[in-house]
């Protein structure tokens, strides 16, 4: 359904708001809560009858899994931004369903929840940035035409800087690839583009996909690493995958910095025509700067010109919280490992209205996620006897913040990561109908991935190429936070092929959907959406992750893949 358009005070508390509140608190008044959804919001929106035993009914349910998208994605929830109201009633909602399903919580102190501390960062309206070269100053409107926030955790960050022009901002010695080459940016105010040098080649750059160089998490961590005091990336379309209004927003979360971690006064972006303004000042042009960057042999070009900013910015504690139940194996050894189970729970909250609503639902980016997760949950309990393995169901905080949930439980595990055996994360499902193909980035890199091809086939479902790998797809949601722990992992979405539907159906519902209300407050519950294809992957899911904790052996990453030393790593402990 369309919600009905209304402001929201970003700003207004709760009196049982998690940042106002020590985490025992949290925990206790969650607990309480709890016990009032389990009889109210599971029961109507599950459809479970009896709170007090696990389910029997085996059967899956896309009208459980609608009802639950429709609850998460309601005004009621404000959008569910991390260390808000929204997330209180998400997270315990959840916690509700999973101790409905018969989950034991493996949070703290015998509750679902795993507090996730992090600091909230506004960076204010009024902060400032321009560029001067000689006499001439181009002043840069703040959300027009640049945003981003200060990684430094402090209330102020002032700089004024050279400008070097660093291209993409890559050292890949795998790829023969060093913009920094002969360059020390120390001080300086970096200036690129996101993404990577195109490339047909898979040896080089994997091709037409994306690798981790080519986001724009690696470009800050590059900057922050090399001393650099700003990183200004410069956006287009072309080179992010999505339109400016997607990284407009001035608020975000962090987890705390470690004690000497590198961290930039601002890591920011500029509008592609702030970005032509600035390149002006040395005679190029986004257009023709993006073309330097794209060529082997490139060399870092100093702009001529000094950046100036002034980046004023609220910062507040908070602790969020991962979801976490488990359903222990039947092995008495085995039981000790476990596959996973993910999907965030999280969305934008409230920010700048958009055709007259300002609350951001995220209906499909990702209540559709955590109603599968739930599905899930409720499935694998039902099951008899269990698998050999124990089985983790995650729903993570903070994914749209940088995957901060995933990361924080990546460092805290319920289950050490060198036992947890695979991690299938599901994550903005468009819901289309009944697929006969899937995607499932990633999955060929892991030695699991026969058992998928095995099931993928008995369930009559092709894998096909992910269409936006380009776009750094696997890079960005939680599955990569584990992956780059150790831990095989990868997403299981719909492909573009859809039953009774024609080839182009998929392919341009999604396209459509990424273009007009990714990230918008327009992502809300449809009443055209089609949970029925919903069954066919929670069921293709669980194929996999059964035969995956009933194996004799655990899965790692093929040799070669860039994240195989850390799973040798994380097995040696």
């Given at each position: 359904?369309?919600?009905?358009?209304?402001?929201?005070?970003?700003?207004?508390?709760?009196?049982?708001?998690?940042?106002?509140?020590?985490?025992?608190?949290?925990?206790?008044?969650?607990?309480?809560?709890?016990?009032?959804?389990?009889?109210?919001?599971?029961?109507?929106?599950?459809?479970?009858?009896?709170?007090?035993?696990?389910?029997?009914?085996?059967?899956?349910?896309?009208?459980?899994?609608?009802?639950?998208?429709?609850?998460?994605?309601?005004?009621?929830?404000?959008?569910?931004?991390?260390?808000?109201?929204?997330?209180?009633?998400?997270?315990?909602?959840?916690?509700?369903?999973?101790?409905?399903?018969?989950?034991?919580?493996?949070?703290?102190?015998?509750?679902?929840?795993?507090?996730?501390?992090?600091?909230?960062?506004?960076?204010?309206?009024?902060?400032?940035?321009?560029?001067?070269?000689?006499?001439?100053?181009?002043?840069?409107?703040?959300?027009?035409?640049?945003?981003?926030?200060?990684?430094?955790?402090?209330?102020?960050?002032?700089?004024?800087?050279?400008?070097?022009?660093?291209?993409?901002?890559?050292?890949?010695?795998?790829?023969?690839?060093?913009?920094?080459?002969?360059?020390?940016?120390?001080?300086?105010?970096?200036?690129?583009?996101?993404?990577?040098?195109?490339?047909?080649?898979?040896?080089?750059?994997?091709?037409?996909?994306?690798?981790?160089?080519?986001?724009?998490?690696?470009?800050?961590?590059?900057?922050?690493?090399?001393?650099?005091?700003?990183?200004?990336?410069i956006h287009t379309t072309e080179t992010a995958?999505?339109?400016?209004?997607?990284?407009?927003?001035?608020?975000?979360?962090?987890?705390?910095?470690?004690?000497?971690?590198?961290?930039?006064?601002?890591?920011?972006?500029?509008?592609?025509?702030?970005?032509?303004?600035?390149?002006?000042?040395?005679?190029?042009?986004?257009?023709?700067?993006?073309?330097?960057?794209?060529?082997?042999?490139?060399?870092?070009?100093?702009?001529?010109?000094?950046?100036?900013?002034?980046?004023?910015?609220?910062?507040?504690?908070?602790?969020?919280?991962?979801?976490?139940?488990?359903?222990?194996?039947?092995?008495?050894?085995?039981?000790?490992?476990?596959?996973?189970?993910?999907?965030?729970?999280?969305?934008?909250?409230?920010?700048?209205?958009?055709?007259?609503?300002?609350?951001?639902?995220?209906?499909?980016?990702?209540?559709?996620?955590?109603?599968?997760?739930?599905?899930?949950?409720?499935?694998?309990?039902?099951?008899?006897?269990?698998?050999?393995?124990?089985?983790?169901?995650?729903?993570?905080?903070?994914?749209?913040?940088?995957?901060?949930?995933?990361?924080?439980?990546?460092?805290?595990?319920?289950?050490?990561?060198?036992?947890?055996?695979?991690?299938?994360?599901?994550?903005m499902i468009l819901p289309l109908g009944v697929?006969?193909?899937?995607?499932?980035?990633?999955?060929?890199?892991?030695?699991?991935?026969?058992?998928?091809?095995?099931?993928?086939?008995?369930?009559?479902?092709?894998?096909?190429?992910?269409?936006?790998?380009?776009?750094?797809?696997?890079?960005?949601?939680?599955?990569?936070?584990?992956?780059?722990?150790?831990?095989?992992?990868?997403?299981?979405?719909?492909?573009?092929?859809?039953?009774?539907?024609?080839?182009?159906?998929?392919?341009?519902?999604?396209?459509?959907?990424?273009?007009?209300?990714?990230?918008?407050?327009?992502?809300?519950?449809?009443?055209?959406?089609?949970?029925?294809?919903?069954?066919?992957?929670?069921?293709?899911?669980?194929?996999?992750?059964?035969?995956?904790?009933?194996?004799?052996?655990?899965?790692?990453?093929?040799?070669?893949?860039?994240?195989?030393?850390?799973?040798?790593?994380?097995?040696?402990?």
């Amino acid at each position: 359904m369309t919600s009905r358009p209304r402001a929201i005070d970003p700003n207004a508390r709760n009196p049982h708001h998690p940042e106002e509140t020590d985490s025992g608190d949290i925990q206790r008044k969650s607990t309480m809560r709890l016990s009032f959804l389990v009889s109210a919001a599971v029961v109507t929106a599950v459809g479970v009858s009896n709170a007090a035993e696990p389910p029997s009914d085996a059967s899956l349910s896309a009208d459980r899994m609608r009802a639950g998208v429709t609850y998460l994605a309601s005004d009621r929830l404000e959008g569910r931004g991390p260390g808000t109201r929204g997330e209180e009633l998400a997270t315990e909602y959840i916690a509700a369903a999973f101790k409905q399903a018969g989950l034991a919580p493996m949070g703290r102190r015998g509750t679902f929840f795993q507090p996730v501390p992090l600091i909230r960062i506004t960076t204010e309206p009024t902060a400032t940035l321009n560029a001067k070269i000689g006499e001439s100053t181009i002043d840069f409107r703040c959300v027009d035409e640049f945003a981003g926030m200060s990684q430094t955790e402090q209330p102020l960050e002032e700089f004024d800087a050279d400008a070097i022009f660093m291209g993409h901002g890559i050292t890949a010695p795998e790829f023969d690839w060093d913009d920094y080459k002969d360059v020390d940016v120390k001080g300086k105010v970096v200036v690129l583009f996101t993404n990577e040098p195109p490339s047909d080649d898979p040896k080089f750059f994997a091709g037409k996909a994306l690798t981790y160089y080519g986001r724009w998490t690696f470009k800050f961590e590059e900057a922050a690493r090399r001393g650099a005091k700003a990183c200004l990336i410069i956006h287009t379309t072309e080179t992010a995958g999505y339109p400016f209004s997607v990284v407009q927003r001035l608020d975000g979360a962090q987890l705390k910095r470690k004690p000497g971690e590198p961290a930039l006064a601002f890591a920011g972006w500029l509008s592609q025509k702030a970005g032509e303004k600035l390149l002006a000042l040395s005679g190029r042009t986004v257009d023709g700067a993006l073309k330097e960057a794209n060529t082997r042999g490139f060399k870092a070009v100093p702009l001529g010109a000094r950046i100036k900013g002034r980046i004023p910015t609220k910062l507040e504690n908070i602790v969020s919280k991962n979801v976490i139940g488990m359903i222990e194996g039947s092995d008495p050894n085995l039981k000790a490992e476990a596959v996973a189970f993910t999907a965030h729970w999280d969305h934008l909250g409230v920010g700048r209205a958009v055709l007259g609503d300002n609350i951001y639902h995220g209906a499909a980016d990702n209540g559709t996620g955590c109603a599968i997760l739930m599905e899930m949950a409720r499935a694998w309990s039902a099951q008899s006897p269990q698998p050999k393995r124990s089985a983790l169901f995650i729903a993570t905080t903070a994914e749209e913040k940088g995957l901060l949930g995933a990361m924080y439980y990546a460092d805290h595990p319920v289950i050490p990561l060198g036992k947890t055996a695979l991690d299938l994360n599901f994550d903005m499902i468009l819901p289309l109908g009944v697929p006969e193909s899937v995607v499932l980035n990633g999955a060929e890199r892991t030695t699991a991935y026969p058992i998928v091809k095995t099931w993928a086939q008995k369930r009559h479902l092709d894998i096909e190429p992910d269409p936006r790998a380009s776009e750094g797809t696997f890079y960005r949601s939680d599955h990569f936070a584990l992956a780059r722990a150790g831990v095989p992992a990868f997403s299981v979405s719909a492909g573009e092929r859809i039953k009774g539907k024609s080839a182009a159906f998929g392919r341009q519902a999604i396209k459509e959907f990424v273009a007009k209300t990714y990230h918008s407050p327009q992502d809300t519950i449809r009443p055209d959406w089609d949970f029925s294809g919903f069954v066919t992957l929670v069921q293709f899911a669980q194929d996999v992750a059964r035969e995956v904790a009933n194996a004799d052996e655990l899965p790692t990453w093929v040799e070669g893949d860039e994240f195989r030393p850390a799973r040798l790593r994380s097995q040696a402990k």
